[in-house]
């Protein structure tokens, strides 16, 4: 009883204010644990400050206490990484990331979201440019990954963000519309930039198929993480240490489509691993075992998952939203629908929702945010509307939402004090 007791006490206690370090945030899961967070603004009512920039990105912000860190593409060809200090705003620093920008279909070479560990920061371009700074905008060291592995083969240019954990970024490239060179994987050192380990990743995907757009992710399996991986028709888990493939699950491509790139990222839970694809179909697998597990440790599937946005559960809900904006809700264990579909205003959808305050938040690229209830019940509470091309997506840090549209990045809400 005393245990019950102090678990609700603390259920009532105000969350500590967040910091949002890499893509999907703290959790890596869309979800933030913050409250109070605004619901409601335009283009003039609750926006803090306005940040002008010079183009779109689909790249979010990471953002660690009074710093906030962006992927900026300056122009047709230049790229480039900002430090913005959120008091003002003001730019403190901007570094090179070198030229070789371009436009690919919705895209350009800044889309991959930067990661930081709270003293320093990495970012990678879609050219493959990787470098690491500290907090003054000091070069730590730089990497080509295409001249040292050779050339990017993905039909709409590279855009996966690097994962960090602990003392090193994991970095993907799968690919294979425009290339025979191998799909694979990389380990580098957070503070040298060297390679720890190199493994290639092959799949039975062919044409576009091999081209993956996601983000590694993190399983939790007994005492150990694991690192998850989806594209090229398949999901596969790897140990961190030396990146070997401990198991892997297919059935995302049954009738070989030549087509079936992915781009929504996997969403993991403790051990459990919702893969999308190509909207059909989603499946739930539990990490873990050893090589083949696509029936053995296979949850659930759905015809009803999304093509670009990454979906987000509370771990008893699993929200989804596709990106012609219609929404489902899954009970996040079985797969089985408590609600859908349902169409949410705004055109076309490319950013991922987030999770936070009892609330799901979605921009669509019309710069259209829809607020629904975090609930077993669609109820839409806000519909706020920002006129801007809009790929990113919201992050969150002390009480406050951060939108990147094509020509600003929004501070919506007080902050925190």
């Not at 799968?174 to 390679?195: A, E, F, Q, V």
Request: proline share 6%; glycine share 10%; aromatic share 10%.
């Amino acid at each position: 009883m005393l245990r019950r007791l102090l678990a609700l006490a603390m259920l009532t206690l105000p969350i500590a204010a967040e910091n949002w370090p890499q893509w999907r945030g703290a959790e890596l899961s869309g979800r933030s644990r913050e409250t109070g967070l605004p619901l409601k603004w335009s283009e003039t009512q609750n926006i803090t400050w306005k940040l002008p920039l010079p183009m779109w990105s689909g790249s979010t912000p990471a953002i660690w206490g009074e710093l906030i860190f962006l992927n900026v593409a300056e122009d047709e060809n230049n790229l480039s990484f900002w430090c913005v200090n959120r008091n003002g705003p003001k730019v403190l620093w901007k570094r090179s990331m070198g030229g070789g920008n371009y436009k690919a279909r919705k895209q350009n070479m800044s889309s991959p979201s930067p990661v930081t560990d709270g003293k320093n920061v990495w970012s990678v371009t879609g050219t493959g440019i990787l470098k690491g700074f500290d907090f003054s905008g000091n070069e730590i060291w730089s990497r080509d990954i295409q001249k040292d592995y050779g050339k990017f083969g993905l039909n709409h240019g590279y855009a996966s963000s690097p994962l960090l954990y602990e003392d090193s970024l994991y970095v993907q490239v799968l690919h294979g519309m425009h290339t025979s060179d191998p799909s694979y994987l990389l380990r580098i050192d957070k503070k040298t930039g060297k390679t720890l380990w190199r493994v290639e990743r092959p799949s039975p995907a062919i044409r576009e198929s091999p081209d993956s757009y996601t983000t590694p992710a993190l399983a939790q399996v007994g005492n150990r993480k694991e690192l998850v991986i989806t594209g090229g028709d398949v999901i596969t888990g790897h140990d961190l240490a030396t990146g070997k493939e401990l198991w892997r699950g297919a059935g995302f491509n049954l009738q070989n489509n030549p087509a079936y790139r992915i781009i929504a990222s996997p969403l993991v839970l403790g051990d459990i691993v919702v893969a999308p694809t190509r909207v059909r179909p989603m499946i739930a697998y539990r990490a873990g075992g050893s090589g083949d597990i696509t029936q053995s440790r296979r949850l659930w599937s759905t015809n009803n998952g999304p093509d670009v946005p990454t979906p987000v559960s509370d771990g008893k809900l699993l929200w989804t939203v596709n990106d012609r904006g219609i929404y489902y809700c899954l009970d996040f264990l079985t797969g089985k629908e408590i609600w859908g579909p349902e169409r949410i205003r705004g055109g076309t959808y490319s950013a991922s929702p987030l999770l936070a305050d009892g609330k799901i938040y979605v921009t669509s690229e019309d710069g259209v945010t829809t607020v629904i209830k975090a609930s077993e019940k669609f109820e839409v509470l806000a519909e706020n509307v920002i006129d801007d091309y809009t790929l990113s997506s919201i992050a969150v840090s002390d009480g406050q939402l951060f939108l990147r549209t094509a020509k600003a990045l929004y501070c919506i809400g007080p902050r925190r004090k």
